[in-house]
């Protein structure tokens, strides 16, 4: 039995509201094979458990480990030669991207969450070249990596049956194009080789192989509305019904989905969502940014998720999504750093502090703009109802898994810090990725004082590095050439495709009243 107490000089253990927290002064907790048996203060406990081993200093601040609910890749796509555009002009752009090693890519950016304090992560798996088999085997590298370095993962592959690049068919984009570029894009819509059915076999497949595994589940990702026929609509709703699997799908993250929408549908995506029985709490819905005030009441009605992704939003000027609307009607949201945070990274901590700042409407009701204990919140317990995980992660209690982040209290306090200010604040606006000491999963130490306990950073960051050195294939050097040629095209489909109305301000949305 391995057994350990973490101590700390105070225990933040769950937000109890929007404005308050449950705070153990030097507390701690007993872990007994990952699951928390005992909470306390630190000197009761000791004294009941003499010979169990002592995990931190006493000047550390615990808090339960921080949940990203919504993840795709390691390398960003600035890394790859993709800059920030509007999403739908950035898809294209996202066709340069190199030919990785995924068991590296994925290192890399689970190194950047766990020393941030994450525990868990959401992974949206996608774009994955090849036939069933070849996609099986990336998705396994993915999955290997995260069991590698300790981390729990929720997986799933995005599934996109239909309008693959753009708010059209695949045919009617390819006959769109000049005579020269419409055998290069058909090239490039070939090397995806499975269909609908391959990818409800991949899910099958996966779930068998992983999803009884203490820190690896499998959910399901329409990957959005306008990639999804009605026939991937109903099977997914089948899928996640047969399985009792949560469904993870991007919608309305700009005004272009929107409008595309209600092109198909003569309503909103979430009206045409519920055509398919698809709005119950085992749906969370990525961004949400247009959501409307009707549809807002349906999720809150219904039980549906939504994962805020604040940087993602700002980066790729998909606008605001109205976090306060969501929090006055009760829906459970959570916090995803997407492709990268703001400093294009995976830093949950400064995550944390863009959705605490981004969404103060002017105005003096302190219930109008998110507070400190409604952030750890979201990047905590809400974050864990999106996933498998459910209710056995996301605060510090008995019964649940020892997940938890240790952070240094002289990095928030020193040089000085008022004895009135509440620690939920000093923490959530003060604290940085490097007073994180320590990080633990299931009860084991993954992170501590910025060494890694499993994997060998240096050598896996070094591998990485080393294996994109080599000159761009014909493959890779075509598919560039293919991006830039066609983004002229592409950005004119878009001219005029959204009605000037959409475009009316929105952030009036994120006032509660």
Same mark, same amino acid.
């Given at each position: ?32 094979? @990952? ?9 009761? %406990? ?27 890749? @390691? ?11 509007? $999403? ?21 950016? &689970? ?52 309008? /693959?690049?753009?708010? =059209? ?11 020269? $570029? ?25 779930? /068998? ?15 959005? %509305?306008?990639?999804?026929?009605? =026939? ?8 996640? /019904? ?8 991007? $919608?309305?993250?700009?005004?272009? =989905?929107? &409008? ?8 909103? *995506? ?32 219904? @039980? ?45 901590? +400064? ?21 400190? &204990?409604?952030?750890?919140?979201? *990047? ?32 928030? *306090? ?8 509440? %620690?939920?604040?000093?923490?959530? +606006? ?17 992170? +501590? ?19 994109? +050195?080599?000159? %761009?294939?014909? &493959? ?5 050439? $293919? ?31």
């Amino acid at each position: 039995m391995a057994r350990s107490i973490i101590r700390s000089r105070s225990m933040i253990t769950r937000a109890l509201d929007r404005h308050t927290v449950e705070e153990i002064p030097d507390g701690a907790l007993l872990q007994e094979d @990952g699951i928390i048996v005992a909470i306390g203060r630190f000197d009761a %406990l000791k004294q009941l458990h003499p010979d169990v081993p002592i995990i931190g200093s006493g000047n550390e601040v615990m808090l339960p480990g921080f949940v990203n609910a919504h993840h795709h890749v @390691g390398l960003t796509p600035v890394q790859l030669g993709s800059p920030d555009m509007p $999403l739908e002009l950035w898809w294209i752009t996202r066709m340069v991207i190199r030919d990785l090693d995924l068991y590296l890519d994925t290192l890399y950016a &689970a190194f950047e969450m766990i020393a941030s304090g994450v525990t868990t992560v959401q992974h949206l798996h996608g774009w994955v070249p090849g036939t069933l088999e070849e996609v099986e085997a990336k998705s396994n590298q993915v999955i290997s990596a995260y069991q590698d370095v300790g981390m729990r993962a929720s997986y799933c592959y995005a599934v996109r049956d239909q309008n /693959r690049l753009m708010y =059209q068919s695949d045919r009617a984009l390819i006959e769109s194009l000049p005579a020269e $570029l419409q055998g290069r894009m058909s090239h490039w819509f070939g090397r995806f080789k499975i269909g609908l059915d391959e990818s409800m076999d991949l899910f099958v497949r996966l779930h /068998r192989n992983h999803n009884a595994k203490r820190r690896v589940k499998v959910q399901l990702a329409p990957a959005n %509305l306008h990639w999804c026929s009605d =026939q991937a609509l109903t099977a997914f709703s089948d899928m996640s /019904r047969k399985y009792d699997a949560p469904i993870h799908m991007h $919608l309305v993250e700009t005004a272009y =989905q929107k &409008a595309y929408a209600g092109k198909r549908g003569g309503g909103t *995506a979430l009206d045409y969502l519920d055509r398919f029985d698809l709005l119950n709490a085992r749906l969370t819905l990525g961004h949400g940014v247009w959501l409307s005030e009707r549809d807002i009441d349906k999720v809150a009605e219904t @039980g549906v998720c939504i994962c805020h992704n604040c940087s993602s939003n700002f980066r790729l000027r998909s606008g605001i999504a109205p976090l306060n609307r969501f929090e006055a009607r009760g829906i459970n949201t959570a916090i995803g750093i997407d492709e990268a945070g703001i400093n294009d990274d995976r830093d949950m901590l +400064q995550e944390m502090r863009l959705v605490l700042r981004a969404h103060r409407v002017p105005g003096m009701a302190e219930a109008d703009v998110p507070a400190m &204990a409604q952030v750890l919140r979201m *990047a905590t317990v809400g974050g864990a109802r999106t996933t498998p995980f459910g209710e056995t992660i996301g605060t510090l209690e008995v019964g649940k898994a020892a997940d938890l982040v240790l952070i240094d209290w002289d990095q928030i *306090a020193f040089p000085y810090l008022d004895e009135a200010t509440p %620690l939920i604040d000093a923490v959530i +606006q003060r604290a940085k990725t490097e007073g994180v000491r320590l990080t633990m999963c299931d009860g084991e130490v993954l992170y +501590q004082d910025g060494e890694f306990t499993r994997v060998d950073r240096k050598d896996a960051l070094k591998r990485l590095h080393d294996g994109l +050195q080599k000159p %761009l294939s014909e &493959a890779e050097l075509e598919r560039r050439g $293919l991006s830039k040629a066609i983004l002229p095209f592409i950005r004119a489909f878009y001219a005029d495709y959204v009605d000037a109305s959409l475009h009316e301000p929105f952030y009036r949305m994120n006032s509660r009243t």
